[in-house]
């Protein structure tokens, strides 16, 4: 067992801000007793619950694209020498699987979600997470633009696409469906994107991509999915894109639903040369809607590399850049597209977006719907989150950062006037309990009895970035995993599923179509359950367990 003592608990699941109260351990959760064993003070200190990252690209096939396309990156970057304790592995841009672990736990951050997983490469993410140490794990399968799933709803037969939808989520071992531009990468296989939701997609007479973000987040509704519609609009990027994000917001009413990486989709204007921040706009109708919840995808100023399932956009990132570019198409599925890239503040449209994503953190008034995140690695590396966070806690420090940016952006962002210091007790609801909440795991981002034992101690500082990025120690599952900046265990992590029942007699209508379609036979495209090591299966909702 294990007792913590002294320290000033921020728990906002339980309501707890600031309390000073103690804590005790029984096989790796909380527990109301503590009868013998190690006791911590933690006089002076601040405990919060373990981060949970909503929204991040960890594992598989793109990240590996990534890493392949940037070996400067892996030259310059910090690297993880072997030890007792730990492997070997590297830093950067796109971490390798152990740095990617160390990284995460090193700040105090103990499950993160893989936000974009084909079915097709499906086996080979799992197997990069598995390879992940001390965090936990779920993953997001990307479906809307999946050649099956469309040609269903063109036919009219919604029932079956559910079904369908729902034996790929276990096919591919996942925790729920990610939507990348719905409808645009079906369409970038006809050189064209899918920019406005009520056009037609290329090879169909009758959907769109307002038509497959309305069935696809009632399907996923329907089906009990714990985590709601994780959505990547149409547009994104883009001058006046403002218009596409509040008329899918609207498609949106009277379902669930999260919006990804939200500051890439508040812009106004109509070219990149009037370019202006919306996030007062969009915030203003977010804070109206409470079924919405949503992750930042704050932009940081450095060198970064761009993964992302949206081809159109990527394509033209690499248009725009000349930088070096990788495009690929995941067969009847989705893409993948890379381009390295750099955020400078003295670039206006680089300046517009890092102040979109401060803005709508801070003018999203509920804590507990908006979310820490920099899209990693597309805004920033997850690592640089104690940054984030001090910009977010100290209005002096924001306005001494912009006092860096271009002369002429005062007057295209509302940053300026936004005086609100985010407590605590908000960031211990943006980094933790407010993303549990949103991908429905219970036991994740509390620290009340029963709750997996997951949480970390800080030193009190006046420097924000310094508390955040080393903490005194980091608890997973009731186990000293970081003290005071040292790797002491490598914990494997557990890995979240959905089961969602379907008809079984969907294989018999599959398996033809894989035979005409696919290059990989039928029995060998579901993931295997043996290849998920330590795998916890979540129940979905059902309107009892809502009650």
Not at 380 to 409: G, H, K, S, T, V
Request: aromatic residues 10%; charged residues 25%.
């Amino acid at each position: 067992m294990l007792r913590i003592t002294g320290g000033t608990v921020y728990d906002p699941a339980n309501g707890i801000d600031g309390e000073v109260k103690d804590l005790y351990i029984a096989d790796g959760r909380f527990s109301s007793k503590f009868e013998a064993g190690r006791t911590i003070d933690a006089t002076g200190m601040v405990i919060m619950p373990g981060g949970v990252d909503v929204h991040t690209h960890v594992a598989g096939g793109s990240i590996n694209f990534a890493r392949a396309m940037t070996p400067e990156d892996h030259r310059r970057t910090h690297a993880f020498i072997r030890s007792k304790t730990r492997r070997s592995g590297i830093g950067g841009m796109a971490p390798t699987t152990f740095a990617t672990g160390y990284l995460y736990a090193g700040m105090g951050w103990t499950t993160v979600n893989e936000a974009a997983v084909p079915v097709l490469s499906a086996r080979h993410t799992h197997e990069e997470l598995r390879d992940i140490p001390i965090v936990d794990k779920s993953s997001l399968v990307l479906m809307a633009n999946n050649e099956i799933i469309l040609d269903l709803l063109e036919e009219g037969e919604d029932e079956r696409a559910k079904h369908i939808l729902a034996w790929h989520i276990w096919a591919a071992k996942s925790y729920g469906v990610k939507a990348v531009n719905p409808g645009g990468v079906a369409s970038w296989k006809y050189g064209n994107d899918a920019k406005h939701l009520t056009s037609k997609i290329d090879g169909y007479d009758h959907v769109t991509p307002g038509t497959i973000i309305t069935k696809f987040a009632k399907m996923i509704d329907e089906l009990g999915i714990p985590h709601p519609l994780h959505l990547h609009c149409n547009n994104l990027g883009a001058p006046g894109n403002v218009e596409t994000t509040l008329e899918t917001m609207r498609h949106l009413e009277g379902s669930r639903a999260h919006f990804a990486h939200l500051q890439y989709h508040a812009y106004g204007g109509d070219d990149w040369g009037n370019m202006r921040s919306e996030a007062a706009q969009l915030a203003e109708y977010f804070n109206a809607h409470p079924n919405m919840t949503t992750d930042a995808g704050a932009v940081l100023f450095g060198d970064t590399v761009t993964i992302t399932a949206d081809g159109p956009w990527q394509h033209l990132l690499y248009k725009l850049t000349g930088r070096k570019w990788g495009n690929l198409d995941v067969e009847n599925e989705t893409g993948c597209g890379i381009v390295p890239y750099t955020y400078r503040p003295s670039n206006l449209v680089n300046a517009i977006q890092w102040a979109v994503g401060l803005e709508l953190l801070l003018l999203i008034n509920d804590p507990w719907r908006v979310f820490l995140s920099t899209d990693h690695p597309n805004g920033a590396c997850f690592w640089r989150y104690p940054e984030i966070i001090q910009l977010l806690m100290c209005a002096d420090y924001r306005n001494e950062c912009m006092a860096n940016l271009p002369p002429n952006i005062k007057n295209k962002i509302s940053l300026p006037e936004i005086n609100r210091e985010y407590t605590l007790y908000e960031i211990a609801t943006i980094t933790s309990a407010g993303p549990s909440r949103a991908l429905g795991l219970s036991h994740k981002g509390d620290l009340g009895i029963g709750k997996d034992a997951d949480f970390v101690i800080y030193h009190r500082d006046h420097d924000i970035a310094r508390m955040f990025g080393h903490p005194r120690y980091v608890f997973k599952g009731g186990e000293i995993v970081i003290e005071e900046g040292d790797i002491r265990e490598t914990p494997d992590g557990r890995e979240y599923l959905v089961q969602p029942s379907y008809d079984p007699e969907i294989d018999k209508f599959l398996r033809p179509l894989f035979e005409d379609r696919y290059c990989m036979s039928f029995e060998n495209y579901p993931v295997e359950m043996e290849r998920i090591e330590r795998s916890q299966i979540q129940d979905c909702i059902t309107p009892e367990s809502e009650g």
